[in-house]
């Protein structure tokens, strides 16, 4: 009856992604941060690693805001051609 409930339950597939990409953001910002602090330069590799992230959590917003968007009106249009 009483059945574990994880963080993750109310997440979807495409938040948890999201999360993890976040989080992984976060973590080479950090080491970045730390390596700045070390050297006085962030490598290069690192920069680029951070920039992919970037890129790739804004490009999963703007899929998931097109692909409500595209639901909304496809769904619009069923409604019109029931009524």
């Known amino acids: 009856m009483n059945e574990k409930k994880h963080i993750w339950d109310f997440l979807s597939a ?3 992604k999201l999360s993890a990409l976040i989080l992984c953001l ?3 910002v950090i080491v970045s941060g730390v390596e700045c602090f070390n050297t006085g330069d962030i490598p290069g590799n690192l920069k680029d690693l951070i ?15 097109f692909s409500s968007v595209i639901a ?8 019109k051609s029931n009524a």
């Not at 920039?51 to 805001?65: D, L, Q």
């Open 14 to 16: 495409d938040e948890q």
């Open 26 to 28: 976060f973590a080479l």
């Open 51 to 65: 920039e992919t992230f970037v890129f790739g959590v804004s490009g999963i917003n703007v899929a998931g805001k």
């Open 72 to 79: 909304a009106k496809g769904g619009e249009k069923n409604d």
